[in-house]
């Protein structure tokens, strides 16, 4: 492999965590929102 | 347990927006300066661009690794004890367990063209898988469930604490045994590197982006313990309604 592979390697990799755990945290989040609105009693 | 110190958010909604979108252009910036800016390197040629990622995630694994240390201190000690410390605890380590994957990863990738190795048995690598494994056992520790929460985050507490040792033995690993893995350079007075400006700007914007980064995940996913703990809570709560109205029905029946 290139020197450019290890760097696109690297970078795709660390985009890849990074983004991924971002965009996971944020359906988590979202899905446990709304199943605590949908818990809470309606006035 | 729970004090004043309690919360359901860490930020204020708009300071997590602020921060979110920050961490975002300085990720753009970092690409930016880190694939087409910076200067190719005289020696290491286009391999030494890994840096820029490795040295922010092995910063940001130390960075997170201390605040779950700090917040840990802080529950255990009976005048700041508070829910919200166990918590901002275990999404600190989360984050810090995947910076030092990411590390790890990075550091084998740029070590590969450079040191000729993926891998090397050295102190700097070594230790630094260890506080990978060290903290990944803690974060599995968290999961076991026990009969008192205080008990139980006090255990957790302690299980942080005790692998945070290893955290200035990854630091200077570097400097109490001979490695392969180079002595601290950048804030090294004695060393006195001669970093080339854009390259240097562009390590600062990295560990910046970085940072920002890991504040906001840090706020989201302390915002997500809460919300799963409201889960276990209304959960129990339905269990034990339910065995009430089996019990209620059963002994109408008898």
Redesign the interface.
Known sequence: ?T??G??V???V??GG??GG??VR??R??AR??R??SD?EPRA | MTTELDRDQLLAPVLRRVLGWSALVS?VAL?AF??FGAPTDAVQ???Q??MY??VP?AWLAYLAFFVTAAASAFFLWPRTRATVWDRVAGASAELGV?FT??AL??GS??G??VWGIWWAWDARLVSTALLFFLFLGYLALRRIPGGDPVGVAKRNAIAALIAFVDVPIVHFSVEWWRTLHQQATVFNPELNPQIHGVMGLTLWIGTIAFTL?FVY?LD??Y??AV??D??EE?ALDRAIEDRRSQAVGAGSVS
Do not use: F, K, N
Request: a positive charge; zero cysteines; proline letters at 2%.
């Open positions: 492999m020197d450019v290890y760097v390697a690297g970078w990799i660390a965590v990074l755990y971002t945290l944020r988590r989040l446990a929102e199943e605590r818990a | 990720m690409v880190g694939l040629g286009d391999a661009r890994v990622l490795h995630s995947m994957a990411l990863v990075l990738i740029w590969r063209p980064a995940l989201r996913r915002r997500l919300l799963e409201g889960q209304r």
